[in-house]
C-alpha cells in the first residue's frame, strides 16, 4: 500500500511539473490536455475550412465571404439587391452548417445526400455568378480624368446602372434556387443528418494476426533487421527501448509486429499486444494489457469501474521488476500513445515497445524523436509480390499457366506491392470455381481500376484505406481528393500542386499567413499521414515531389465520383449524356480529333469548370472561349504537333494557375494577356520556336503574379519593374533591354531567381554588370541559378570583396557552365545559410576547400573544375568541417589528384565522381583516403568513355568497386560509362604526356 501511494505521489508531481512545462504526462491532467487539444484543433479546422472551397460544402465557405464583402459600400448595389444578398447569405449559413454535419456522417441517409449534393451544387453557381460580377465592377473602377474621362465616365455610368439592375434581376432568380430547395427539404421531412455507427463488425487487422507464418512472404527480413534494431544502437540493451513501425495502410505493419511479438515472446516475463484505432477507449487499452500481461485484481475488485489514473499505477507497478514486450498496434493520435506511455516503467530489464501508425509525427513521439527507432515499411517488390499473389492461387508459383502471365503482372502492377491489395485479390481468385479461366482474371484486373468498388469482394481493403481517409480534417479531405486530376503513376510536382489547391480556393487567404505556405504544410501532413508517397527529396531533406497509390487513387477517384468533385474521361465521346454539371475535369487523350472534340464540346456545359487538366499525346484543344470560370489550366502533351494555338486564353477572366508542357510543339500565346487580372502562375515548359522570343506586352500589368517560369531563351518582359509581387522568375536570357534589366531591382519580394546569357558581344558587359547590381537589392532572395558561357558574368562576381548583407540569407546558389569563376570566391564563405552550392572554376588550389569547409549548412556540393590541377587537391580533415555535407559531387578530367584527409565530411553519404577515362592506364588512380568517409552509403561514378579505349574503362570501374568493397562501411557502388561524355575539361594533350609518366604508381588507394 506504501508503495502504491509513493507511486501516486510521484506521479502527481510529475503531474505538476509536466504541467509548468506545458507538458501534462499524467491520465486526469492529459485527459483535460487532450480535451483542450482537441478544442484548439476543431477551432483550427473550423478557420480552415471557413472562406474556402472543399469537397464537402463546395463553394459554400468562399460564396459567403463574397456575399459579405458584396454587401460593403464599395459595390454600390440597388436597395432591392441588398436585401436579397442579405436573404441569401442567412439561408445559406444555414445548409452550411448542414453540409458540415453531413461530411462527418460515415453513413448518411440517401435522401441527405441528395439534397447535400443539390446545395453544393447550388454553391458553385451562385458563386460563379457573383464571382462574374465582381470581376465586371473591378474592371470597371478606373476613372480616366479630363474631358475624354467625362464622356467615357457618362458611358460607364450608364452601363453600370445596367449591370445594377442584370445584377438584381439575377440575385432575385438565385433567391428563388435557395428557397425552392430550403423548401424541397421541408416537404420530404430530411431531418438534420446524425453521425451513425459504422456497421463493420470484423476489423480486417484480425487477417493479419491469424495469418499462418508459412504463407508470409517479403516478411522475414524486416522481422530479423528490426530485431537486431531492438538491442542495437541508442538506447542501452538493459534500459527500455520504443520502437516504432510506420507506413501506409495495407502495408504489413500489424503483420510485422505480430511477427516480432511471436518470434520473441518466450524471452519476455509479460507481453501484451493491443490495437488502438482511431478512436481509442483508453481505459479498455489499459485492462487488456494488464489482462494479456498476466495482471490479477484483487478478489473483489471490479476493475471495470476503475478511472485512467487506477488503471495507469495498477499497470505500472506490476510491470515494474519485469522484463515486458508490448506491442501497441495502429496509433493515430500521439495523445493516445502519451497515456499509454505513462504506464510503462522504466525499468532496467531490457523490455521493449513496438508501435505501428500510418503518421510519421506519431512514430516519432513514440520514439521521443530517436530516428533511428523508426523504421519505415516499404512495398514489396517485383519477387516478393509474384511470389505471394501465385502461392495464395496455386500452392506454388510454378503451376501458374502461361497465359495468365500478362494478366497477372497487369494485376501486380495495380497492387503496387501491397500486400493487403495482393492477399485480397489473390483470395478472390482463388476462390473462384474457374480460377484457370482467364475472363475471371480480366475481371479482376477490371474491378482493380477506377471501378473497383463494383466488387464486394475487395470492400475489405477499401475499408482499410477509408480509414486513412476519414481520420483527415476536412481541409485535407478536399486537397486529397484533388490528387485524382493527376493520371496513374504520374510524378506530382509539390509546387504545382501547393499552387493549384491555392488557385481552387481550398486555402483560406485571411489569416495572416501566405496561403502557399499553408498549402505546402498540408502536403507535408499528408506526406506524414502516409496518405502519398514521397518520391524525389531535395537536399535540405525536404519533399519536392509525391506518387499516389493505385489503390489509393480508386478510393480518390470514388470519393469524387460520390462528390462530384473530379471528373475523369479517356475520351472525348464520354462527355456526350454527361449528366452532372462537370466542377473539375481530367482529360488523358490519346486519339481526339476535331470532329470529336467539337461534337463532345457542344453536348455538354463547360463553362463552370474551374479546373481543366489535360495530358496524353493527341494536341486537340478545346475552345478556351467555351471556360468562362476556369480557374486552373494545366495543358501537358507528350505527343507532337507543328502548333498549339493558346491565344484563347485570354479570355479566361479567373484564371489564376497557367502551365503549359509540350516539348516539340510551337505555341502560340495571345499578343495581350493584361484582363488576366487574377493569374498568380504562368509557367510555359516547351520547345517554343524561335519566332516566340517575347512573352505577351502587357504581361507586366498583372499585379497579382507570383511565379513567372519560361524557356531559356525568352527575354525579359518590359516594365518587369512593375510586377513586384513576383517571387519566382526565371529562366529568362538577359539578351534584351538595360531598362528591363534595371527593373530587377524593385523585385524586392523574389525569392527564387534563374537566368541565362550566352551572349558574348561587347553590350553584354554592361548587362552583366547592370544585372549583378540589381542583386544587391533583392532582400528576399533565397535561390539564385546563373547558367552562362558569358566571361563577363565571372568579372563582375571577381570584384567582389564581401556579399551584400541580403546575401547572407541565400540557401541555393548555382554558377554553372564554362568560364565562371577562377577560383572559388573568398566571398562564398560568408553564405553561411547556405545549403546547396553548385560551383564551376577554372581550378582549385590549396586554400578553395579550406573556403567551403566551414560553410556550417552546407549539404550538397558540386564542384565543376575545368583545369587538370598541377598538385594534389587536399580535402582538409579535422573538426568541424564540412559539419553537414551529406553529397558531393566532383568534376574533373583526373580524380586520381583528390585527397580526402582524415576526420573529413563526416555526414558525407553520397559521393559523386565524374571523370575521363581516356589515360587510365599512365595517370590514373582512384582518389586517395575514401576509406576516411565514416558514413558513406553510395558511390556514384560516371566515367566519361570519349577517346577512352575499353581496357581503360574497364581498370577505371574495376578500381572504383574495389574501393567501395574495400571501405568498412561497404557502400553501395552505382558506376556507369558515359560514351557520349557531356562534361567540358580544359586539359592539353601535351600536358596528359607529361603527367602520365609517373602516373601509374599511384594507382593503389
Known amino acids: 500500500m506504501r508503495g502504491i501511494f509513493l507511486c501516486l505521489g510521484s506521479h502527481l508531481f510529475q503531474s505538476s511539473a509536466c504541467l509548468a512545462l506545458g507538458r501534462p504526462h499524467t491520465a486526469p491532467q492529459r485527459k483535460l490536455h487532450t480535451v483542450t487539444l482537441r478544442a484548439s484543433k476543431e477551432r483550427k479546422e473550423e478557420a480552415m475550412d471557413s472562406a474556402v472551397v472543399s469537397a464537402s460544402s463546395g463553394a459554400m465557405g468562399s460564396l459567403l465571404r463574397k456575399l459579405g464583402e458584396l454587401l460593403t459600400a464599395e459595390y454600390k448595389l440597388l436597395k432591392e439587391a441588398k436585401g436579397q444578398i442579405m436573404f441569401l447569405k442567412a439561408e445559406l449559413e444555414s445548409m452550411y452548417v448542414f453540409l458540415k454535419k453531413i461530411s462527418d456522417s460515415e453513413e448518411p441517409d440517401e435522401q441527405d445526400k441528395c439534397w447535400a449534393k443539390e446545395v453544393r451544387e447550388l454553391s458553385y453557381d451562385i458563386e460563379d455568378s457573383i464571382s462574374e460580377f465582381m470581376l465586371r465592377v473591378e474592371r470597371d473602377s478606373s476613372k480616366p480624368h479630363g474631358f475624354k474621362g467625362f464622356i467615357t465616365r457618362s458611358t460607364k455610368l450608364l452601363t453600370t446602372m445596367n449591370t445594377r439592375h442584370e445584377i438584381a434581376k439575377e440575385f432575385e432568380g438565385l433567391k428563388i434556387r435557395v428557397k425552392e430547395a430550403s423548401e424541397r427539404r421541408t416537404r420530404y421531412k430530411i431531418d438534420d443528418t446524425v453521425p451513425k455507427q459504422n456497421n463493420t463488425t470484423i476489423d480486417p487487422r484480425l487477417l493479419a494476426l491469424h495469418a499462418e507464418t508459412t504463407s508470409l512472404v517479403g516478411v522475414k527480413g524486416p522481422r530479423d533487421q528490426l530485431i537486431q534494431l531492438m538491442d542495437g544502437e541508442g538506447v542501452p540493451a538493459h534500459q527500455l527501448k520504443v520502437l516504432s513501425i510506420v507506413g501506409f495502410g495495407g502495408l504489413g505493419k500489424t503483420t510485422l509486429a505480430n511477427e516480432i511479438y511471436h518470434k520473441l515472446e518466450e524471452k519476455f516475463q509479460s507481453r501484451a499486444f493491443v ?17 494479456q500481461a498476466g495482471f490479477v485484481p484483487p478478489k473483489d475488485t471490479n476493475i471495470e469501474m476503475w478511472e485512467e489514473s487506477e488503471l495507469i499505477i495498477a499497470l505500472k507497478n506490476f510491470l515494474l521488476d519485469k522484463r515486458y514486450l508490448i506491442v501497441i498496434d495502429d496509433i493515430w493520435d500521439a495523445s493516445a500513445w502519451d497515456i499509454i506511455r505513462c504506464a510503462l516503467p522504466e525499468n532496467t530489464n531490457g523490455s521493449r515497445v513496438i508501435t505501428t501508425t500510418r503518421i510519421e509525427a506519431v512514430a516519432r513521439a513514440c520514439c521521443s524523436n530517436h530516428i533511428e527507432c523508426v523504421y519505415k515499411m516499404k512495398a514489396l517488390s517485383d519477387q516478393d509480390s509474384r511470389s505471394l499473389f501465385l502461392k495464395r492461387i496455386f500452392g506454388s508459383e510454378d503451376m501458374c499457366p502461361s497465359y495468365l502471365n500478362e494478366v497477372s503482372s497487369e494485376i501486380l502492377k495495380k497492387c503496387g506491392g501491397l500486400p493487403l491489395a495482393i492477399i485480397t485479390t489473390s483470395s478472390l481468385l482463388a476462390n473462384q470455381p474457374n480460377k484457370l479461366k482467364k475472363e475471371q482474371w480480366e475481371y479482376v484486373r477490371k474491378s482493380l481500376g477506377s471501378n473497383f468498388e463494383v466488387s464486394p469482394s475487395l470492400e475489405g481493403m477499401r475499408q482499410i484505406l477509408n480509414l486513412s481517409y476519414i481520420n483527415l480534417p476536412h481541409y485535407l479531405k478536399t486537397c486529397m481528393l484533388y490528387l485524382g486530376i493527376y493520371p496513374e503513376d504520374y510524378t506530382i510536382d509539390k509546387n504545382d500542386l501547393t499552387r493549384q489547391w491555392v488557385a481552387e480556393g481550398f486555402i483560406c487567404r485571411d489569416r495572416g499567413i501566405d496561403p502557399e505556405d499553408i498549402a505546402k504544410s498540408y502536403f507535408n501532413e499528408l506526406i506524414n499521414r502516409s496518405m502519398i508517397q514521397p518520391v524525389d527529396t531535395d537536399y535540405n531533406g525536404e519533399v519536392i515531389s509525391c506518387r499516389v497509390h493505385d489503390m489509393m487513387l480508386d478510393l480518390i477517384l470514388h470519393k469524387s465520383r460520390e462528390e462530384n468533385f473530379i471528373t475523369i474521361m479517356d475520351d472525348m465521346q464520354d462527355m456526350t449524356g454527361h449528366q452532372n ?34 495530358f496524353g499525346t493527341s494536341s486537340q484543344l478545346l475552345s478556351f472561349k467555351l471556360f468562362k470560370h476556369l480557374r486552373v489550366l494545366r495543358i501537358e502533351i507528350s505527343g507532337w504537333s507543328p502548333s498549339l494555338d493558346f491565344t484563347g486564353i485570354r479570355h479566361l477572366f479567373q484564371l489564376r494557375f497557367l502551365k503549359i508542357v509540350a516539348k516539340s510543339y510551337h505555341v502560340v500565346l495571345p499578343s495581350k494577356i493584361g484582363d488576366l487580372q487574377q493569374l498568380e502562375t504562368f509557367d510555359i515548359r516547351t520547345g517554343i520556336g524561335p519566332r516566340l522570343t517575347k512573352l505577351p506586352s502587357d504581361i507586366s500589368n498583372l499585379s497579382r503574379l507570383l511565379h513567372l517560369a519560361v524557356p531559356g531563351y525568352v527575354i525579359l518582359p518590359d516594365r518587369i519593374g512593375n510586377m513586384k509581387s513576383l517571387r519566382t522568375l526565371g529562366q529568362f536570357d538577359l539578351g534584351n533591354s538595360m531598362d528591363s534589366i534595371k527593373g530587377l531591382r524593385e523585385l524586392t519580394n523574389l525569392t527564387n531567381l534563374e537566368i541565362k546569357c550566352y551572349k558574348s558581344e561587347d553590350e553584354t558587359a554592361a548587362r552583366c554588370r547592370e544585372f549583378v547590381h540589381a542583386l544587391e537589392n533583392l532582400c528576399n532572395l533565397r535561390h539564385l541559378h546563373i547558367y552562362s558561357n558569358n566571361v563577363f558574368f ?17 540557401q541555393s546558389f548555382h554558377a554553372k557552365y564554362v568560364s565562371w569563376f577562377s577560383r572559388v570566391p573568398k566571398w562564398i564563405g560568408q553564405l553561411h545559410s547556405i545549403y546547396d552550392l553548385d560551383l564551376t572554376v577554372q581550378e582549385v588550389l590549396e586554400d578553395d576547400f579550406g573556403i567551403l569547409s566551414q560553410l556550417p549548412s552546407l549539404i550538397h556540393l558540386v564542384l565543376h573544375i575545368l583545369r587538370t590541377p598541377e598538385a594534389k ?16 559531387r566532383i568534376i574533373c ?14 555526414k558525407l553519404e553520397r559521393l559523386e565522381l565524374c571523370f575521363h577515362a581516356k589515360g587510365w592506364d599512365r595517370y590514373g588512380a582512384v582518389p586517395a583516403g575514401i576509406e576516411h568517409l565514416p558514413g558513406l552509403k553510395e558511390i556514384s561514378v560516371d566515367i566519361g568513355g570519349i577517346d577512352a579505349n575499353e581496357s581503360n574503362q574497364r581498370a577505371a570501374e574495376s578500381a572504383l568497386r574495389d574501393t567501395a568493397d574495400m571501405h568498412p562501411r561497404r557502400p553501395v557502388a552505382n558506376i556507369k560509362v558515359n560514351k557520349g561524355n557531356g562534361w567540358v575539361f580544359d586539359e592539353p594533350e601535351e600536358e596528359e604526356e607529361e603527367e602520365g609518366n609517373g602516373g601509374s604508381s599511384s594507382s593503389s588507394t
Open 873 to 888: 587537391i587536399i580535402i582538409p580533415g579535422g573538426s568541424g568541417l564540412f559539419p553537414v555535407l551529406k553529397h558531393f
Open 893 to 906: 578530367g583526373r580524380i586520381s589528384y583528390l585527397t580526402f584527409e582524415a576526420e573529413t565530411m563526416p
Open 581 to 614: 454539371k462537370i466542377r473539375r475535369i481530367s482529360l488523358n487523350l490519346d486519339d481526339a480529333t476535331n470532329d470529336t472534340a467539337d461534337t463532345a464540346a457542344r453536348s455538354v456545359q463547360l463553362s463552370q469548370i474551374r479546373t481543366l487538366a489535360r
Open 275 to 291: 490495437s488502438v484505432s482511431q478512436k481509442p477507449n483508453i481505459r479498455k487499452i489499459l485492462r487488456r494489457i494488464l489482462s
Open 794 to 810: 565571372r568579372s563582375c562576381f571577381d570584384v567582389w570583396r564581401s556579399v551584400p548583407a541580403y546575401f547572407f540569407h541565400l
